[in-house]
């Protein structure tokens, strides 16, 4: 079978989306509440932590619904989750070498702006909290989740009838919606974010347009690897915590992002817009 005929099974787009986020949002608004409860002591921190990790799993595991009793969709999964080959490590080394680079890149641009060299200092330990948890463990944990959501059905179903810029556009609009009661758990990093001002609430928002399309470019160029889209997520969330980096310089890599994303579009326009848009190498799928 044709990849172009498998990502037309996945055929449930309004279902995913809409159970996705519904389940996330409960159990951050649950997270929400008791985070701002005064006196919460570790146990309701713990608490806190368990809301967070269960809402992101509500994708993933309406992900693993939708695909458990179709052996093509299973098939499939299990093909791109598979240890890469020599084409996908390399993609995957590319868009970890992206966001190591340009967030080195935008500190180096920053000092010309009167910023610290401090800058490239290493972190002694994470800037937020998830609950009881260091910031470091969803900074790990996340990305691995959420791909496995969202690159395992979410954006499939959503390619089936748009183009890649298309799909891309609409799934980092939804992206940020999604992510908005984030925004309102205490001291977790979107409320911090929130908590910085208007310009870095709204550059986190602007930040997730070039990174889906780098990202969705790097994943159907390696043959919709899963892991490819683990590796760039993860490292572009631990390189833009393991510095010390200020937070008006994540405004300067937005914009250094937005302009690799013009020039990879630029150079390859059918890859995005054309409608049979995916890896030119094919591959077979057999039925059971």
Known sequence: MTEDRIIQRYDRPWTFYALATLGSWMAWGGAVWLSHREGIGPAGLTIVAALLLLGLLFPFLTAWRLTRSDPVLRDDLHRRLARPDRRQLGLATLGAGIMLGSILL????????????????????????????????????????????????????????????????????????????????????????????????????????????????????????????????????????????????????????????????AADPSFFFGQASFSARRFVVCRR
């Open 106 to 265: 935008a500190q180096a641009l920053s000092l010309l702006l009167g910023y610290s060299t401090e800058q490239f200092r290493f972190a002694a330990h994470a800037s937020f909290s998830a609950g009881i948890l260091p910031g470091w463990f969803p900074l790990v944990l996340a990305p691995i989740i959420e791909e496995l959501s969202w690159h395992s059905y979410g954006t499939d179903c959503l390619r089936r009838h748009m183009t890649l810029f298309w799909t891309s556009i609409v799934f980092a609009l939804y992206w940020t919606v999604w992510h908005a009661p984030l925004g309102m758990v205490a001291h977790y990093y979107q409320a911090q974010v929130a908590e910085s001002g208007w310009i870095h609430t709204l550059n986190f928002a602007l930040s997730l347009f070039p990174f889906v399309l780098i990202m969705n470019w790097l994943y159907y160029r390696s043959n919709r690897s899963i892991l490819v889209a683990i590796v760039f997520h993860l490292s572009a969330g631990l390189f833009n915590e393991v510095f010390q980096t200020h937070p008006d310089t994540k405004v300067i890599q937005t914009g250094l992002l937005f302009a690799l994303t013009a020039a990879i579009i």
